[in-house]
């Protein structure tokens, strides 16, 4: 399966640098910007730095403010590949079933030295920022990107543009009103500068029983849309063990009259019934899982957890965290905090753990949810540190992105795959993002990139004996059990209700369609997601964790049960059973789209196709004293369908046979 000239294809608009010479400036001119007319003669414009979203129309009255011009900001100057275009047809080839340089990966220092910008040219490049009175921040073993910080009035004079805050989708972001630019001298290895303050929206993709999505209305907002006051619940609704084991009646759904209540959240033995894994899977491998901060208690908790399960916690050294110093987190508030990405953090490790017990767990926080995630995936990729990466998180949909991010993203993925390191990112929790978006339907990025694995996910069903008795696409509709007119039970709303969140997919709008996909799809474009796993609250598993009490003292509080899902489940599920798979076959898989495309077409059975059901599965459940019957498998505009479909993907990984994964024999 030729992969090279489909993942090269993109749109012309967005893959032009989009760089402009201006005319020659005067001394004054050049002075704005920290450069003398001795210095250069004419600056470079970037002028897809400046998102498509930065109107006048789409001004925010806090733009006016007078404390932003001391505000501080963070950038990204990205530096161009020696090779762009040998770095991309290399990560192809080795990616390519078809190719006599499959798996012929290539060791960080190696693609380092062959494809990463020089370290001349880098070192020019970090004169030039330091200059203009920014202040560095960090930036990678690779030197494909720098990370500054400085107040708005430092930026501005920097780049000669003016940052501005806009209003875009319910969010006050601050981006450029006009095209930044630098001397010409150093333009010649800048891809692309990132001013835009749209990285930090990154959230955890994690859903919860009583909030629905992260980033959508879910259940909160739906109780505020009701008339019915709170009271004592219509239902009574314990949860379940598994699936049936507390059976309800409710009012007629789908011609039933009765429901199972929503679970307690799975075991670590339900999951490995589910994803067909066993106490040993994944020894010999390393996952690394990548997130904003990290909560101190994470492997004191994981291990707690494992006892309370009746499992084999963490072994010495089995867990490691390597997460930079909590005094250089920044930009908590804007991020959720290092509390807010304490669950999924938890979730994250604790489901790799139940997935794949022998696998070795390599946990490294970002020091924010921005260019610190860049830095995080870096240290991974530059020192080798995994050739599986779980990557719960991504920001909500496509129209917020800016040019030079994705580019730089982009870079980073075709590093990975030239190493044979796995990306695997979360499709996102709240479907064809409409609910998000005033009604626009996006994929999420970075899970619309062609150069990652896009997870998707799945609602199951585990019966007594621990077998999966259904199982369908994530999607969850709630309908609210009300008092009638005449003291009957009834919904609220006509079924199956209101949807508070399902799996993310569809159709990108910025990512032109890789060359495995063509067996699923006629579409021009990056169809999402390419595989699922597991993410539906309502049937999710079960976590343990001592919650933060204080972000300065990092005190923690007492232990807490809860009962997580989302893509932020399913990916580091998915994670776990590859690296099952890369321990059964001995195969390192790398950037795993090609592979598993082509197994899809000529081992089907490598997948279990996940279906719709003629009568929708339901489930009970009450949360803040109002009872309600949740439908599953209603997820947005999104089907499931036989075969590749935008809810699952290709479906499932079917353990069971496996044997297509492992490195043809001419190529070893």
């Known amino acids: 399966m030729h992969v090279r000239r489909s993942l090269r294809s993109r749109s012309t608009a967005r893959r032009t640098a989009a760089v402009v010479a201006l005319a020659a400036l005067t001394a004054g001119g050049l002075s704005a910007i920290g450069a003398s007319s001795a210095q250069a003669s004419t600056l470079t414009a970037y002028a897809n730095a400046v998102p498509s979203w930065a109107t006048k129309a789409n001004l925010s009255p806090k ?102 805050t806009y209003s875009v989708d319910g969010q006050d972001v601050v981006a450029p009103s006009t095209a930044p630019s630098i001397p010409s001298t150093y333009a010649a290895h800048i891809s692309g500068i990132s001013l835009s303050q749209s990285r930090l929206l990154t959230r955890p993709k994690t859903a919860t029983q009583s909030g629905g999505a992260t980033g959508t209305t879910g259940l909160q907002n739906l109780a505020a849309t009701l008339s019915q006051p709170k009271g004592t619940p219509l239902l009574s609704t314990p949860c379940s063990a598994y699936a049936g084991q507390k059976m309800v009646k409710i009012p007629t759904a789908y011609g039933s009259t009765s429901a199972g209540t929503a679970n307690c959240g799975y075991t670590p033995t339900q999951l490995r019934a589910i994803t067909k894994t066993t106490k040993t899977s994944g020894t010999g491998q390393t996952v690394a ?37 909590r005094s250089t987190f920044t930009s908590q508030t804007a991020c959720g905090g290092v509390g807010g990405w304490q669950v999924e953090q938890t979730l994250d490790v604790e489901a790799v753990h139940a997935v794949a017990p022998g696998a070795n767990v390599v946990y490294q926080g970002a020091t924010d949810c921005g260019a610190g995630m860049d830095l995080a995936l870096s240290k991974v990729l530059d020192q080798g540190l995994a050739n599986l990466v779980s990557n719960s998180y991504g920001g909500v949909g496509e129209p917020l992105l800016d040019d030079p ?46 150069w990652v694995t896009a997870v998707g996910g799945t609602a199951a069903a585990v019966v007594k004996n621990n077998t999966v008795a259904w199982e369908t696409g994530w999607g969850d509709s709630l309908d609210q059990v009300i008092v009638g007119p005449s003291k009957n039970k009834k919904y609220r709303y006509a079924l199956p209700g ?11 709008n910025i990512t032109s369609r890789p060359a495995y996909q063509a067996s699923v799809t006629t579409s021009t474009r990056r169809q999402v997601p390419d595989v699922s796993a597991l993410a539906d609250p309502y049937t999710g598993f079960a976590i343990g964790y001592h919650p933060l009490t204080s972000s300065v003292t990092y005190a923690t509080g007492s232990w807490k049960g809860a009962v997580a899902g989302g893509t932020s489940l399913a990916t580091p599920i998915l994670v776990a059973q590859m690296a099952a798979i890369q321990q059964a076959t001995g195969a390192r898989i790398g950037f795993a789209n090609p592979i598993l495309y082509s197994l899809h077409s000529s081992s089907p059975s490598t997948f279990t196709d996940v279906l719709g059901r003629a009568k ?8 803040s004293d109002r009872s309600y019957v949740v439908t599953f498998g209603a997820d947005s505009s999104l089907k499931v369908g036989t075969g590749y479909d935008n809810q699952t993907g290709l479906g499932d990984l079917n353990l069971t046979n496996v044997s297509g994964f492992a490195t043809p024999p001419s190529n070893n």
């Not at 101190?296 to 084999?312: C, F, G, I």
């Not at 209101?498 to 569809?506: D, I, K, L, P, R």
């Open 405 to 450: 991010i994705i580019q730089g993203e982009e870079n980073l993925q075709l590093q990975a795959a030239g190493e044979g390191v796995g990306l695997y990112f979360a499709s996102g929790d709240s479907g064809d993002e409409s609910i998000n978006l005033r009604g626009k339907i996006s994929t999420d990025f970075p899970a619309s990139s062609p």
């Open 289 to 325: 899982i990548i997130d904003a901060y990290s909560a101190p208690s994470v492997l004191r908790d994981a291990n707690t957890y494992s006892a309370l399960k009746k499992e084999n916690g963490f072994a010495a050294g089995q867990y490691v965290d390597l997460t930079p110093s």
């Open 498 to 508: 209101v949807f508070t969140g399902g799996a993310g997919g569809g159709t990108s």
């Open 616 to 623: 929708p599965a339901l489930a009970a459940y009450t949360a």
């Open 63 to 164: 733009t006016s403010s007078s404390a932003s011009s001391t505000a501080r900001v963070q950038g990204e100057v990205f530096l161009s590949l020696q090779d762009q275009a040998g770095a991309e047809a290399f990560a192809a080839a080795v990616s390519d079933p078809t190719s006599s340089q499959y798996r012929q990966y290539l060791s960080p220092s190696d693609w380092i030295a062959k494809y990463a910008p020089t370290q001349a040219t880098f070192n020019s490049e970090l004169s030039m920022l330091q200059s203009k009175g920014l202040t560095v921040t960090g930036s990678p073993a690779s030197r494909q990107y720098i990370v500054f910080t400085g107040t708005q009035a430092q930026v501005n004079a920097a780049f000669g543009t003016k940052l501005e």
